[in-house]
Structure formats: C-alpha cells, structure tokens
C-alpha cells in the first residue's frame, strides 16, 4: 500500500537525515519506528507527504508516485494521507469543530471553507468522530482551552475526517503523561483497526510501541537498522539502534506493564 | 553507586582548583582597556555635545512670556468663537484618518504576507519588504510636502500620505508575527491537502489575527494624531485649523484645539485597550 524505494533526504547543512531507506507496508498494518533523537523519524514521515522534501527516492502511495506529483496533484495526494502531530499542531485559536472540519479541506471549496459552511455529511461526521473520542460537548470549546489528551484526541479526528487510508503518525505521546499516552496510542490502535488504516508512528517509548504494535522498524542515523515483530527487540537490537545501554529493565518493565494492561 | 563515586573521582582535581574561587559574570568587554575607554569617552562626548548647544539666555527670558500665555491658555480654551472652523477641521481629519485607515490596512495585508519571508517565495518576499522599506524611510511629512505639491491643498494629500504611512508600518510588523509564528500548526492544515488561500485562512490567520487587530487599533490611533501634525504643510484636517490659531496668536483657540485631540487620542487608546483585550 505504501513502498518507500531508496528514499534520501539530506538538508541544505548537510546533514543526512534519510540514507536511502526503503520499506514497504502493507494493507492495515500499524508499524512503530523507533529510533534515537535526529535519527531521522520525524524527517522520514514528512517525506512521504512531502511535508519535508525528498532529496531522492520514490514514494509509492498505492498506484500513485508522490515525489514527482505537482502541487495541485500533492495536494489530492495529501487527502489520503492522515497526519497526527508530537504537540497536536491544532490551531489554538479556533474552535475544536474547525480544527476538526479543517481535515476536509483538501475537499472543499475556498468559499465553503472561509464561511465555515460545511457539507452536512462532513458536519455530521465530524459530530461522529468527536463521540467516538468522548469530546462531543467540547465541540465549540476554542482548541486552547482543551487538554492534553484531548487536544490530541481533537488531532486524531481531523485526520480521520480526511478519510485516509494512511496515518502518520509523529510522537503522538511525546507531551503526555504515561496514562494518557497509554490511551492515545490504544485509541489510535483502535481507530486502525475498526478502518483498516496503515499507519506509521513515530515513537520515542520503546515499551509503549512494543505494547500496541505488530511491527517496529528502528532507524539509526537516517538508515533502517531493525525491522521485526516487537517480540524481535532484544537488549542486543536496542543496542544496535540506541547505543549501549542496561536494555533489561526496559524490557522487564514491558513485560509487566503487559500483564497490567491485561488485567484492566 | 560505585559508578557515580568514580565519576565523581575523575573531575575531582579540577573540580579541587575552581572551589573557593571568586565568581563573577563574565564581561560583556573582555579587555578593561577597550571597556574603561569607551565608557570615559562616551562621557567626555556627551558633555562636549550639550557644551556645543548655544543658549541664547535673553531670548530664553522673552520666549518664557510667551510660553506662560500659551500654558496659561489651557485654563480657559475658546472652543466656540472659531467653533465652526474647528468643527470643520475635525471632521476632516477623522474623515481622513478612517478612510486612510480602511485603504492602508486593506493594502497593507497582502504586502504583509508577501514580506514574511517563511510564507512567501524570494522575488515576491523583495518587493514586498522593498515596498515596506520606501514607505518606512520617507517621513510623513515629507510625503505630505511632495503629495500638497502633486494635489494641492487639502485633506487629499493627507489621505493619501497617511495611507502610504499606514502601509510601511503594518505591513511590517504584521509581515514579522507571521514570521514568528508557531510552523507547525500551518503544517498541519497544509498537510490536510488545503489549498494555499485555506492555509492562510486556517493556519496563518488565527496565529496573528490578535495582533493584526491591536496593531490596526494603533495605526488609527497614531493616523489621528499624524492628521493633525499634516495640516501644519497644508494637508487639511485639525491641524490647518490647529496653524491659523497659532498664526492669529489665538492661544486659547489653539488650546481647545489641543484638548480636544488630547481628548480624541485618549478615547482610542481606551478603545484599542478594550478590543484587544477581547480578541486574544
């Protein structure tokens, strides 16, 4: 569904964030990719909707090659590809049902779009959506008055709005504490499931990827150092991403916060 | 434990040199040569610059008369023997600065946008700060002298003056608050697949719509006021009426004229205040 062919980015410093990576996935799958700061996480899903310009490398999104695609192409491209942000990226100043409408954008007409008159199928799907993450009566709170956790529930609406078939997914937990974390990676699982979206997401807590994904990709230095189940991450693997480091208690720590997991 | 009182152990002789050391921020100017002589010869400049102002002390004594009349006015302004011409002159210059306001302002957004350099593309960024950087660098007054001569007299020149003004000073400091704006609340909506004009209405806009409210706020504060300094070229407005006074030497007129812009710029300052706090 998504195959990234030898795909390099390198900034105008110089810097190689992406050193020809390729990856393919399939259908439905939800992946983590793991991987130290500046390892080239955030830069990898930016290239794919081209957020962040590659500098080589093709990026296959079904039938379509999108690092070729002129504007007005990118911007029908970019309609199928959802995006959540590490500190939500809503727009503080409007309201949560603007920052949710604003997901069918790529959409609607100008006109529609500056007199915030939807569609009736979008307003009533975005009702749908906010219900579904528990935040229907927040629907004209401004964005800045929400928390955390629901800041980045609102984020997860306006991209499923957009009616996607893929998610990216950068640091969705980054900013939260460990339980909302918790329930924002479920709910995003969730959310993949009940539509068969792929998604990738980007991940700093191993242990939490290791708990809701089928499978991890870890990125060392811009290239593709491990690519496995997450049963698959071993201290030695951890090691081969991140550097040396006492990897057991990550692991034990995994293991029983499964188990608690489990008993809720 | 035994990790940390080894690591500890290894920065322990130069950690041993620097204790009991005196702590003091580093100097701005490392050399005290270089500091003491800029700070003597700063002082040495400064008074030989106020020695240089020649004082004329008899003069001095005469103007104070007439100072003491001009404040003195203040206690009893004449607003009705000009009343009309005053009247006259201050619906000229509210006209001129609203209208100079709504065209400046209007005008003054796009060449915002085109001169914030992380929305707009390179030649489109130039002209716009090229514009931005004409506007800033003629005085009003200036303009106003070369607009009398082009139109003649009347609030024509003014509106036309103000308008260009209004341009120079929006327009930058609406093109900065887009330049400092949060990028990535703009990349999301860009990442929607929004076109250009719904990114700007939905992920620009917001971030600086407060600012761009307020600073308008003060534009027509500061236009007022402008309006009134132009009629001194003869650009219409209060201050035509504001150099007749002067000129008649009808201080008490002048006076009233001058309470009443007082007056005026204090109302606006209370209003901006109230607006801006309304759109945070």
């Known amino acids: 569904m998504l195959r990234l062919e030898s795909l390099t980015k390198t900034y105008k410093t110089g810097d190689k964030a992406l050193q020809s990576v390729d990856l393919e996935v399939p259908e439905g799958q939800v992946l983590a990719l793991i991987g130290p700061s500046g390892a080239g996480k955030s830069t990898l899903i930016r290239c794919i909707n081209r957020l962040v310009e590659p500098t080589s490398g093709k990026v296959w999104l079904g039938e379509t090659e999108l690092t070729t695609l002129n504007q007005r192409a990118l911007r029908r491209a970019r309609r199928r590809m959802g995006m959540i942000f590490q500190e939500y990226a809503l727009v503080e100043r409007l309201t949560v049902m603007e920052n949710v409408l604003s997901g069918r954008l790529g959409y609607v007409g100008f006109w529609r779009s500056l007199t915030r008159r939807y569609p009736q199928s979008d307003v009533d799907e975005a009702f749908r959506l906010l219900d579904r993450v528990g935040l229907l009566a927040m629907a004209d709170k401004r964005a800045d008055e929400l928390s955390g956790g629901q800041r980045q529930r609102v984020g997860i609406c306006r991209a499923l709005i957009q009616n996607p078939e893929l998610l990216l997914v950068d640091e969705p937990t980054a900013s939260l504490d460990p339980k909302t974390s918790r329930q924002i990676m479920r709910l995003i699982c969730e959310l993949c499931d009940e539509r068969g979206l792929a998604a990738i997401i980007n991940i700093h807590d191993v242990a939490l990827a290791q708990m809701f994904v089928q499978r991890v990709i870890g990125l060392r230095t811009g290239a593709m150092e491990f690519d496995g189940a997450p049963e698959k991450l071993t201290p030695e693997v951890l090691t081969a991403i991140y550097g040396e480091e006492d990897w057991e208690a990550t692991i034990r720590k995994v293991e029983e916060e499964g188990e608690e997991v489990a008993a809720q | ?280």
């Open chain 2, 1 to 280: 434990m035994t990790t940390f009182a080894e690591g500890t152990l290894h920065t322990h002789r130069e950690l041993d040199d620097m204790l009991g050391q005196r702590w003091r921020k580093p100097r701005f100017i490392k050399r005290p040569w270089l500091r003491w002589a800029l700070g003597i010869g700063f002082i040495v400049y400064m008074i030989a610059a106020v020695l240089t102002v020649e004082v004329n002390w008899a003069r001095v004594y005469e103007g104070l008369d007439r100072g003491a009349q001009f404040v003195l006015a203040f206690t009893s302004p004449d607003f009705t023997s000009r009343g009309g011409d005053i009247w006259d002159g201050m619906v000229e210059s509210i006209i001129m600065t609203v209208a100079a306001s709504v065209v400046g302002i209007a005008i003054s957004i796009p060449i915002g946008l085109g001169a914030a350099r992380n929305i707009a593309p390179l030649p489109v960024y130039l002209i716009c700060r090229g514009i931005v950087a004409i506007s800033r660098a003629l005085q009003e007054i200036i303009v106003a002298i070369l607009l009398v001569a082009i139109f003649g007299f009347g609030p024509l020149a003014g509106f036309l003056t103000l308008s260009f003004a209004t341009i120079g000073f929006l327009s930058k400091l609406l093109a900065e608050d887009i330049e400092a704006m949060d990028r990535v609340q703009a990349e999301a909506i860009k990442a929607s697949g929004a076109s250009w004009m719904q990114w700007i209405n939905y992920g620009v806009q917001p971030q600086v719509m407060p600012r761009l409210i307020g600073l308008s706020m003060y534009r027509i504060d500061i236009n007022f006021r402008e309006s009134a300094i132009l009629g001194l070229v003869g650009a219409g407005g209060i201050g035509a009426t504001l150099n007749t006074a002067f000129d008649r030497y009808e201080y008490d007129t002048a006076a009233a004229i001058l309470i009443l812009i007082i007056v005026i710029v204090m109302a606006l300052e209370y209003l901006s205040g109230m607006i801006r706090a309304r759109v945070q």
